[in-house]
Protein backbone atom coordinates (compact mmCIF):
# COMPACT_ATOMS: atom_id res chain seq x y z
CA UNK A 1 0.00 0.00 0.00
CA UNK A 2 1.10 3.06 -1.03
CA UNK A 3 1.36 6.82 0.31
CA UNK A 4 -1.37 8.13 -2.82
CA UNK A 5 -3.60 5.07 -1.29
CA UNK A 6 -3.59 6.89 1.95
CA UNK A 7 -3.96 10.55 0.40
CA UNK A 8 -7.06 9.14 -1.69
CA UNK A 9 -8.48 7.64 1.67
CA UNK A 10 -8.08 11.00 3.45
CA UNK A 11 -9.45 13.08 0.74
CA UNK A 12 -12.66 11.25 1.32
CA UNK A 13 -13.26 11.58 4.35
CA UNK A 14 -12.47 15.55 3.99
CA UNK A 15 -15.27 15.32 0.96
CA UNK A 16 -17.56 13.06 3.44
CA UNK A 17 -17.30 15.95 5.65
CA UNK A 18 -17.96 18.47 3.29
CA UNK A 19 -20.63 16.90 1.81
CA UNK A 20 -24.51 18.41 2.18
CA UNK A 21 -25.40 15.17 3.96
CA UNK A 22 -22.85 15.65 6.73
CA UNK A 23 -21.76 19.94 6.94
CA UNK A 24 -24.95 20.97 7.77
CA UNK A 25 -25.77 19.05 10.70
CA UNK A 26 -22.10 19.47 12.44
CA UNK A 27 -22.85 22.34 14.65
CA UNK A 28 -26.07 20.34 15.52
CA UNK A 29 -23.43 17.78 16.26
CA UNK A 30 -21.29 19.35 18.37
CA UNK A 31 -23.94 21.40 20.19
CA UNK A 32 -25.33 17.77 20.74
CA UNK A 33 -22.20 16.23 22.53
CA UNK A 34 -20.68 19.06 24.22
CA UNK A 35 -23.83 20.33 26.44
CA UNK A 36 -23.47 24.27 24.75
CA UNK A 37 -25.85 25.83 22.90
CA UNK A 38 -25.26 27.20 19.52
CA UNK A 39 -26.37 30.78 20.72
CA UNK A 40 -24.14 30.71 23.31
CA UNK A 41 -21.16 29.85 21.05
CA UNK A 42 -22.12 33.34 18.68
CA UNK A 43 -22.13 35.03 22.09
CA UNK A 44 -19.19 34.01 23.56
CA UNK A 45 -17.25 33.47 20.12
CA UNK A 46 -13.50 32.50 20.21
CA UNK A 47 -12.06 28.99 21.52
CA UNK A 48 -14.21 26.95 23.04
CA UNK A 49 -12.61 24.16 25.31
CA UNK A 50 -15.28 21.66 26.25
CA UNK A 51 -16.67 21.89 22.45
CA UNK A 52 -12.85 20.58 21.52
CA UNK A 53 -12.88 18.34 23.88
CA UNK A 54 -16.47 16.58 23.39
CA UNK A 55 -15.43 16.80 19.35
CA UNK A 56 -11.79 14.96 20.35
CA UNK A 57 -14.33 11.94 21.83
CA UNK A 58 -16.53 11.74 18.97
CA UNK A 59 -13.76 11.47 16.47
CA UNK A 60 -12.10 8.97 18.45
CA UNK A 61 -14.95 6.83 18.59
CA UNK A 62 -16.21 7.84 15.13
CA UNK A 63 -12.19 6.45 14.10
CA UNK A 64 -11.99 3.52 16.48
CA UNK A 65 -15.32 1.89 14.57
CA UNK A 66 -14.20 2.84 11.21
CA UNK A 67 -10.56 1.49 11.59
CA UNK A 68 -11.57 -1.73 12.84
CA UNK A 69 -13.97 -1.81 9.78
CA UNK A 70 -11.22 -1.74 7.19
CA UNK A 71 -9.15 -4.34 9.04
CA UNK A 72 -12.42 -6.53 9.12
CA UNK A 73 -12.77 -5.57 5.56
CA UNK A 74 -8.67 -7.04 4.44
CA UNK A 75 -10.00 -10.38 6.65
CA UNK A 76 -12.51 -10.98 4.46
CA UNK A 77 -10.78 -10.00 1.58
CA UNK A 78 -8.09 -12.49 2.50
CA UNK A 79 -10.93 -15.37 2.87
CA UNK A 80 -11.74 -15.00 -1.12
CA UNK A 81 -8.51 -13.96 -2.18
CA UNK A 82 -8.92 -17.07 -5.13
CA UNK A 83 -11.59 -14.38 -6.30
CA UNK A 84 -9.65 -11.13 -5.98
CA UNK A 85 -9.81 -10.59 -9.80
CA UNK A 86 -13.36 -10.64 -10.15
CA UNK A 87 -14.13 -9.11 -6.85
CA UNK A 88 -11.44 -5.86 -8.00
CA UNK A 89 -13.48 -5.36 -10.96
CA UNK A 90 -17.19 -6.16 -9.36
CA UNK A 91 -15.95 -3.79 -7.04
CA UNK A 92 -15.14 -1.56 -9.14
CA UNK A 93 -18.04 -0.83 -11.05
CA UNK A 94 -19.55 -0.54 -7.46
CA UNK A 95 -17.63 2.15 -6.67
CA UNK A 96 -18.35 3.73 -9.86
CA UNK A 97 -22.28 3.92 -8.72
CA UNK A 98 -21.22 5.41 -6.02
CA UNK A 99 -19.37 8.20 -7.20
CA UNK A 100 -22.12 8.99 -9.61
CA UNK A 101 -24.84 8.64 -6.92
CA UNK A 102 -22.76 11.01 -4.93
CA UNK A 103 -22.17 14.00 -7.88
CA UNK A 104 -26.23 13.76 -8.12
CA UNK A 105 -26.10 11.98 -11.73
CA UNK A 106 -28.73 9.80 -11.28
CA UNK A 107 -31.16 12.47 -10.38
CA UNK A 108 -31.10 13.12 -13.91
CA UNK A 109 -34.36 11.61 -15.91
CA UNK A 110 -32.24 10.29 -18.54
CA UNK A 111 -29.48 8.60 -16.90
CA UNK A 112 -29.77 5.68 -18.60
CA UNK A 113 -30.03 6.44 -22.03
CA UNK A 114 -26.76 8.42 -20.97
CA UNK A 115 -25.09 5.44 -19.64
CA UNK A 116 -26.38 3.61 -23.06
CA UNK A 117 -24.73 6.40 -24.93
CA UNK A 118 -21.37 6.47 -23.06
CA UNK A 119 -21.43 2.49 -23.82
CA UNK A 120 -21.85 3.27 -27.27
CA UNK A 121 -19.03 5.38 -27.44
CA UNK A 122 -16.77 2.63 -25.00
CA UNK A 123 -17.51 0.44 -28.05
CA UNK A 124 -16.72 3.09 -31.06
CA UNK A 125 -13.53 3.60 -29.37
CA UNK A 126 -12.61 -0.13 -29.73
CA UNK A 127 -13.72 -0.27 -33.10
CA UNK A 128 -11.46 1.98 -33.99
CA UNK A 129 -8.44 0.45 -31.88
CA UNK A 130 -8.44 3.56 -29.51
CA UNK A 131 -8.34 0.96 -26.77
CA UNK A 132 -7.79 -2.70 -26.69
CA UNK A 133 -10.13 -5.17 -25.99
CA UNK A 134 -8.95 -5.96 -22.18
CA UNK A 135 -9.95 -2.14 -21.47
CA UNK A 136 -13.08 -2.72 -23.14
CA UNK A 137 -14.68 -5.38 -21.59
CA UNK A 138 -13.49 -3.91 -18.03
CA UNK A 139 -15.42 -0.46 -18.78
CA UNK A 140 -18.60 -2.63 -20.24
CA UNK A 141 -18.08 -4.60 -16.72
CA UNK A 142 -18.78 -1.41 -15.08
CA UNK A 143 -21.55 -0.09 -16.81
CA UNK A 144 -23.33 -3.55 -16.47
CA UNK A 145 -22.87 -3.53 -12.68
CA UNK A 146 -24.20 -0.02 -12.32
CA UNK A 147 -26.93 -0.12 -15.00
CA UNK A 148 -27.75 -3.65 -12.91
CA UNK A 149 -27.82 -1.60 -9.31
CA UNK A 150 -29.95 1.38 -10.37
CA UNK A 151 -32.40 -1.27 -12.35
CA UNK A 152 -32.94 -2.58 -8.84
CA UNK A 153 -33.48 0.79 -7.20
CA UNK A 154 -30.20 0.62 -4.78
CA UNK A 155 -29.81 4.67 -5.85
CA UNK A 156 -33.21 5.31 -4.20
CA UNK A 157 -32.40 4.01 -1.05
CA UNK A 158 -29.37 5.53 -0.95
CA UNK A 159 -31.30 9.24 -1.78
CA UNK A 160 -33.71 8.33 1.29
CA UNK A 161 -30.99 7.35 3.79
CA UNK A 162 -29.18 10.73 2.85
CA UNK A 163 -31.85 12.79 4.14
CA UNK A 164 -32.22 11.37 7.43
CA UNK A 165 -31.20 13.67 10.41
CA UNK A 166 -30.16 11.99 14.09
CA UNK A 167 -31.21 14.35 16.88
CA UNK A 168 -30.79 14.04 21.15
CA UNK A 169 -28.37 15.70 23.65
CA UNK A 170 -25.43 14.53 25.83
CA UNK A 171 -22.34 15.55 26.94
CA UNK A 172 -18.46 14.51 28.49
CA UNK A 173 -17.58 11.23 27.49
CA UNK A 174 -20.94 10.21 25.78
CA UNK A 175 -19.49 11.98 23.07
CA UNK A 176 -17.23 9.14 22.29
CA UNK A 177 -19.97 6.42 22.20
CA UNK A 178 -22.10 8.82 20.42
CA UNK A 179 -18.86 9.08 18.16
CA UNK A 180 -19.35 4.81 17.69
CA UNK A 181 -22.97 5.44 17.19
CA UNK A 182 -22.14 7.92 14.54
CA UNK A 183 -20.16 5.53 12.68
CA UNK A 184 -22.68 3.20 12.07
CA UNK A 185 -25.49 4.98 12.26
CA UNK A 186 -24.67 7.56 9.41
CA UNK A 187 -22.85 5.29 7.77
CA UNK A 188 -25.46 4.90 5.11
CA UNK A 189 -24.86 8.35 4.57
CA UNK A 190 -22.12 8.84 3.46
CA UNK A 191 -22.07 5.06 2.73
CA UNK A 192 -21.12 6.42 -1.41
CA UNK A 193 -17.09 7.05 -0.37
CA UNK A 194 -17.08 4.99 3.23
CA UNK A 195 -18.41 2.00 0.84
CA UNK A 196 -15.87 2.51 -1.67
CA UNK A 197 -13.24 3.04 0.96
CA UNK A 198 -13.87 -0.40 2.57
CA UNK A 199 -14.18 -2.23 -0.86
CA UNK A 200 -10.39 -0.65 -1.56
CA UNK A 201 -9.33 -1.90 2.19
CA UNK A 202 -10.73 -5.57 0.84
CA UNK A 203 -8.57 -5.98 -1.67
CA UNK A 204 -5.40 -5.14 0.70
CA UNK A 205 -2.79 -7.68 1.80
CA UNK A 206 -3.03 -7.56 5.44
CA UNK A 207 -5.69 -6.45 8.18
CA UNK A 208 -2.64 -3.53 9.28
CA UNK A 209 -3.22 -2.20 5.81
CA UNK A 210 -6.67 -2.31 5.86
CA UNK A 211 -6.96 -0.29 8.92
CA UNK A 212 -5.01 2.11 8.03
CA UNK A 213 -6.66 3.07 4.74
CA UNK A 214 -9.85 3.77 7.33
CA UNK A 215 -7.76 5.57 9.79
CA UNK A 216 -6.61 7.82 7.23
CA UNK A 217 -10.23 7.95 6.09
CA UNK A 218 -11.29 8.97 9.85
CA UNK A 219 -8.62 11.50 9.54
CA UNK A 220 -9.90 13.51 6.45
CA UNK A 221 -13.09 13.39 8.15
CA UNK A 222 -12.14 13.83 11.81
CA UNK A 223 -9.41 16.59 11.84
CA UNK A 224 -11.87 19.18 9.89
CA UNK A 225 -14.67 17.89 12.78
CA UNK A 226 -12.33 19.11 15.55
CA UNK A 227 -11.24 22.32 14.33
CA UNK A 228 -14.99 22.94 13.79
CA UNK A 229 -15.43 21.81 17.59
CA UNK A 230 -12.80 24.65 18.60
CA UNK A 231 -13.95 27.13 16.56
CA UNK A 232 -17.61 26.81 16.32
CA UNK A 233 -18.50 30.42 16.41
CA UNK A 234 -16.11 30.67 13.04
CA UNK A 235 -17.65 27.30 11.52
CA UNK A 236 -21.30 28.48 11.80
CA UNK A 237 -20.01 31.53 9.74
CA UNK A 238 -18.31 28.97 7.27
CA UNK A 239 -21.33 26.38 7.17
CA UNK A 240 -23.46 29.09 5.82
CA UNK A 241 -21.04 30.70 2.99
CA UNK A 242 -20.10 27.21 2.10
CA UNK A 243 -23.62 26.20 0.91
CA UNK A 244 -23.42 27.42 -2.52
CA UNK A 245 -20.52 25.34 -3.43
CA UNK A 246 -22.15 21.75 -2.11
CA UNK A 247 -22.73 20.72 -6.02
CA UNK A 248 -18.96 21.43 -6.71
CA UNK A 249 -18.18 19.19 -3.93
CA UNK A 250 -20.48 16.39 -5.15
CA UNK A 251 -19.23 16.56 -8.42
CA UNK A 252 -15.27 16.55 -7.16
CA UNK A 253 -16.21 13.56 -4.63
CA UNK A 254 -18.24 11.90 -7.03
CA UNK A 255 -15.41 12.11 -9.93
CA UNK A 256 -12.70 10.65 -7.55
CA UNK A 257 -14.75 7.84 -6.78
CA UNK A 258 -15.54 6.53 -10.58
CA UNK A 259 -11.52 7.26 -11.00
CA UNK A 260 -10.92 4.66 -7.97
CA UNK A 261 -13.58 2.77 -9.55
CA UNK A 262 -12.13 2.49 -12.81
CA UNK A 263 -8.56 1.92 -11.62
CA UNK A 264 -9.92 -0.79 -9.80
CA UNK A 265 -11.65 -1.99 -12.39
CA UNK A 266 -8.30 -2.15 -14.93
CA UNK A 267 -5.99 -2.84 -12.00
CA UNK A 268 -4.29 0.49 -12.96
CA UNK A 269 -4.15 1.65 -9.58
CA UNK A 270 -1.84 -1.03 -8.09
CA UNK A 271 0.73 -0.08 -11.03
CA UNK A 272 0.10 4.02 -10.45
CA UNK A 273 1.13 3.00 -6.45
CA UNK A 274 4.33 0.80 -7.51
CA UNK A 275 5.50 3.50 -9.97
CA UNK A 276 5.02 6.32 -7.27
CA UNK A 277 6.86 4.06 -4.95
CA UNK A 278 9.96 4.01 -6.92
CA UNK A 279 10.15 7.60 -7.08
Not at 23 to 38: E, F, Q, R
Not at 75 to 91: C, H, M, N, S
Not at 115 to 132: D, E, K, M, N, Y
Not at 237 to 261: A, Q, T, W, Y
Amino acid sequence: MSELSLFIAFTAGILSFLSPCVLPIIPGYISYISGIGVQEVKERGGFSKNAFIASMFFVVGFSVVFTLMGATATTIGGLLREYQDVIAKVGGGFVVFFGLHFAGVMLRQNFLRELLGVGAFILALFFFGVIPQRLLFDLLGIILVVSFLYAFGLHEVLYRQMRKEIKGGVSGIGALLVGMLFAFGWSPCIGPVLGSILLYASQQETAFQGASLLFAYSMGLGIPFLVAGGLLSAFLGFVKSFGRFFGLVELIGGLLLILLGVLLTTGKLAEISLILGGI
